[in-house]
């Protein structure tokens, strides 16, 4: 068996659960926080007076591209931290990064170091105290991007958007630098005693030959002309040369050259604890499990054999979050992120990545939608082979359209007894049950 390593600042749970409270005791009653989980997770999901988020939920509120925000048991963390033309007012994103800082989250889960995930966590960690959860490559940048914004006039010359010169960034390294994808699955404990977090590496997404395997997916993926018009393009946070009013850097890696954390794709599935272990799996990019081969790493087919022998053996996965845009896509269109979901056999897929990318772009949604549907139709096509994926396994596609769908409250409940699964239906021998007790017993 893989062993399982444990990684986190606070090596007991119990521990961790306890400074997390104590941080939200902090922030309790705060109009702003009330006001920005509100924004995030609904009116009727957070407390008016306290601004505790309901913890008979799994709440996502997808915030553009591969990020999202969201409550598990009332406890509120950021799955990457970039947003798609953040800017100075809101505009098409209906948020600004005050709101992202005055959500208070006590932790941030970056999938990779690349600008269009990492942008703005140096920044939201400073400023809240969340704990960063990253590559160790990654997590020295950060340290970087927080000595520059420090430095940087037209951030600590406002005294809403200073930060305070004593603060430091909290970095977990989830991953060792240069590691093997898929031989280190990791255990963390950021959200103990709640939620167990597995991570493991995996590959990101990159170009490869055409695969002959599969029919060709020629969906063409378009803009729609009329998005311009609808939302116009306003100030936006990122810096002018000269800047304009309220824009500041708070982009990642600025002058520090090519980002070694920038290729390092981290996979995190979050366990509940209490039956039936609802989880849920994150990853922000795709990369091509048939050859092995990533964005940065040059592998062999034995690679990706043994990310999908990592992930079918996993506790079951209820919800899965995966691009549907990838660096592959002018090849193989979206056979890399398929070949993850029929890895991971979700009951329900929601799509990330259609908002910046390769191909993704705001606007292209409905095109994406139409594409990520073909490539299942030519997987299905394939059954009785690998990757063949038949039609009753096919997740339930709960599809997001940009802007519409920003900061969108999506509510699971955790309790919903379909969350257990544990009769080998999908997959011989899957036991939800002793997964669970084989990864996250104490």
Known sequence: MMALHTRGRVAAGALAFTLAAAAFARNEGDAALIAARQKFFGVENVDAVTGAVAKDKVILSWLTNTTYAVSVRGRIVLLDTFATRLEVAPGRTNFVIKDMVDLNPEALFLGHGHFDHADNAAYIAAKTGAEIFASQETCEVMRFDLDRMKKDPLIQGNAVTRIDPAASVSCTDVTTTGSVPGTQLVRLRALEPDVCILAFRHLHSVLVPRDPDFAANTTPVVVDPRDATLFPIGIRLTPFNPPLPGQMDLRSAIGFGPNPGGPVAIAY?????????????????????????????????????????????????????????????????????????????????????????????????????????????????????WPGFPRSDWPDIRWTTDPTDYARP???????????????????????????????SN
């Open 269 to 385: 599935q979050f366990v509940l604890r209490d039956d039936p272990h609802f989880t849920l799996l994150w990853q922000n990019s795709a990369g091509a499990l048939k050859e092995g081969k990533g964005n940065g790493w040059d592998g062999a087919p034995a690679d990706g054999a043994r990310l999908v022998a990592l992930m079918r053996g996993l506790p079951n996965t209820d919800v899965h979050l995966a691009p549907v845009s990838t660096a592959n896509y002018p090849n193989n269109a979206l056979r890399d992120t398929v070949m993850y979901q029929e890895a991971l056999r979700p009951k329900v897929f929601l799509p990330g990545h259609h908002t910046t990318g390769t191909i993704g772009a705001e606007g292209s949604s409905a095109p994406l939608y139409a594409s990520l549907l073909r490539q299942m139709s030519l997987m299905e096509a394939l059954v009785g082979q």
């Open 410 to 440: 999506i509510a699971f409940d955790p309790k919903e007894r379909s969350w257990r699964r544990d009769d080998g239906s999908r997959w011989p021998n899957w036991d939800k049950q002793n997964r669970v007790r084989q990864f996250c």
